[in-house]
């Protein structure tokens, strides 16, 4: 064989992994359909597609389905492909100072278990990393699931990330400069990827919360720690460091100060948290807990007004903490910045509830599975590599 056949050989497999990877794609937007719809939607030819179906079938990556289509005409069926969602999971993890929520989630992001606790917010650093691996297996374990099961990892954290996946948290002290991913890797055999807590949170909301058809995006978590994601041009923005978006660090904006006055224990019920009680009782019309919240915006409005002034967001999402407060949250704000801004973005409250940072670890996750599609050549599951 000469170096040329070498070379064209070489050529001829490459383009069909990424033809591979297009049909798989496809399939992964939508499901299920046929080799002459799939045709259609990637531009390749129909024996090309149906070369390529009967090998994904043969891996396992789709499955042929008996499900009828809608209006389907008289004669012989024509045959329909699903891509095989529940082959693999993802999980995603946020990992606060008082909170661990877990998600498990399909290949197509449906999240089929979810895990909360509270846990006392002194626990030091080794005692977290503990804790999480404690739980990430039992979640597992419950699931009927082990490590090997598992795709991919996210893993939000409260703190900045630098591009080596390496921690500063002033909010967890004994985190910085920890690698949380490499201090996993024997316990998940699959890459682990860790990132600010509120950056997940604007994912989150670019995919399936407030700001879905927005792509330049201020996500404020709004509570006694003030922190923002930013999405420009529908990308999250992360900074040379890792560092955007990090208000609180800043003393001069006065944020941790209008943290304290966020202090509520009027009518709290068990288990109940003072930020929630706070909004239930701010959703009743309670005039002290409007006077305690007024205060509160009042304190952190120049904060982001500043934020509002540098980035000129299209859309600014409020969550965190004080996100059940709902509705009234948003005109509160508005009047705040007023005064102090050429003019006020368009403010929506995130509807994700407690699960919105996990949720885009979920997404983080799901993305990284995508980016090894074009590698796919054989096995049913990626090749995966330790973080």
Same mark, same amino acid.
């Given at each position: 064989?000469?170096?040329?056949?070498?070379?064209?050989?070489?050529?001829?497999?490459?383009?069909? =992994?990424?033809?591979?990877?297009?049909?798989?794609?496809?399939?992964?937007?939508?499901?299920?359909?046929?080799?002459?719809?799939?045709?259609?939607? @990637?531009?390749? +030819? $129909?024996?090309?597609?149906?070369?390529?179906?009967?090998?994904?079938? =043969?891996?396992? *990556?789709?499955?042929? @389905?008996?499900?009828?289509?809608?209006?389907? +005409?008289?004669?012989?069926?024509?045959?329909?492909?699903?891509?095989?969602?529940?082959?693999?999971?993802?999980?995603?993890?946020?990992?606060?100072?008082? &909170?661990?929520?877990?998600?498990?989630? #399909?290949?197509?992001?449906?999240?089929?278990?979810?895990? #909360?606790?509270?846990?006392?917010?002194?626990?030091?650093?080794?005692?977290?990393?503990?804790?999480?691996?404690?739980?990430?297996?039992?979640?597992? @374990?419950?699931? =009927?699931?082990?490590?090997?099961?598992?795709?991919?990892?996210?893993?939000?954290?409260?703190?900045?990330?630098?591009?080596?996946?390496?921690?500063?948290?002033?909010?967890?002290?004994?985190?910085?400069?920890? /690698?949380?991913?490499?201090?996993? %890797?024997?316990?998940?055999?699959? $890459?682990?990827?860790?990132?600010?807590?509120?950056?997940?949170?604007?994912?989150?909301?670019? *995919?399936?919360? %407030?700001?879905?058809? %927005?792509? /330049?995006? !201020?996500?404020?978590?709004?509570?006694?720690?003030?922190?923002?994601?930013?999405?420009?041009?529908? &990308?999250?923005?992360?900074?040379?460091?890792?560092?955007?978006?990090?208000?609180?660090?800043?003393?001069?904006?006065?944020?941790?100060?209008?943290? &304290?006055?966020?202090? *509520?224990?009027?009518?709290?019920?068990?288990?109940?948290?003072?930020?929630?009680?706070?909004?239930?009782?701010?959703?009743?019309?309670?005039?002290? !807990?409007? /006077?305690?919240?007024?205060?509160?915006? %009042?304190?952190?409005?120049?904060?982001?007004?500043?934020?509002?002034?540098?980035?000129?967001?299209?859309?600014?999402?409020?969550?965190?903490?004080?996100?059940?407060?709902?509705?009234?949250?948003?005109?509160?704000?508005?009047?705040?910045?007023?005064?102090?801004?050429?003019?006020?973005? $368009?403010?929506?409250?995130?509807?994700?509830?407690?699960?919105?940072?996990?949720?885009?670890?979920?997404?983080?996750?799901?993305?990284?599975?995508?980016?090894?599609?074009?590698?796919?050549?054989?096995?049913?599951?990626?090749?995966?590599?330790?973080?």
């Amino acid at each position: 064989m000469t170096v040329h056949d070498k070379a064209r050989g070489h050529d001829l497999a490459a383009l069909r =992994g990424l033809n591979t990877a297009v049909v798989l794609r496809a399939l992964r937007r939508e499901s299920p359909q046929t080799v002459s719809t799939l045709a259609t939607t @990637t531009g390749l +030819s $129909r024996p090309t597609v149906e070369a390529l179906v009967e090998e994904l079938a =043969g891996q396992g *990556w789709i499955a042929e @389905t008996d499900v009828p289509a809608a209006g389907r +005409s008289p004669g012989r069926p024509a045959r329909r492909f699903r891509f095989r969602s529940e082959a693999g999971h993802v999980i995603g993890v946020d990992m606060g100072l008082r &909170k661990l929520v877990l998600l498990l989630a #399909r290949l197509d992001g449906e999240v089929v278990a979810r895990h #909360r606790e509270e846990f006392p917010a002194e626990l030091s650093g080794a005692e977290r990393i503990e804790l999480l691996r404690g739980r990430l297996r039992r979640f597992l @374990t419950d699931q =009927g699931l082990g490590p090997d099961d598992v795709w991919s990892v996210g893993i939000g954290v409260p703190g900045m990330v630098d591009d080596t996946g390496r921690i500063l948290s002033v909010v967890v002290p004994d985190w910085t400069d920890l /690698d949380l991913a490499r201090r996993l %890797a024997d316990d998940i055999p699959c $890459r682990v990827f860790v990132e600010n807590d509120v950056n997940l949170a604007v994912l989150a909301e670019h *995919w399936r919360g %407030a700001a879905v058809l %927005a792509d /330049d995006v !201020a996500c404020v978590l709004v509570g006694r720690r003030i922190s923002c994601g930013v999405m420009i041009d529908g &990308k999250l923005h992360r900074g040379r460091r890792g560092g955007a978006g990090e208000l609180g660090i800043l003393p001069q904006l006065g944020l941790e100060e209008a943290g &304290k006055v966020l202090a *509520w224990d009027g009518g709290r019920r068990d288990g109940e948290s003072g930020s929630d009680a706070l909004a239930r009782a701010v959703r009743a019309g309670n005039p002290a !807990a409007l /006077d305690v919240l007024d205060r509160y915006l %009042a304190g952190v409005a120049p904060g982001i007004a500043a934020l509002v002034l540098a980035l000129d967001p299209e859309l600014l999402v409020l969550s965190g903490a004080l996100a059940p407060v709902g509705a009234p949250l948003g005109p509160l704000l508005t009047e705040q910045l007023r005064p102090l801004t050429l003019h006020v973005p $368009r403010i929506a409250v995130s509807t994700l509830g407690r699960e919105g940072v996990a949720l885009g670890a979920v997404r983080r996750a799901l993305d990284a599975v995508e980016a090894q599609l074009p590698d796919v050549a054989g096995p049913l599951r990626p090749s995966v590599a330790k973080h």
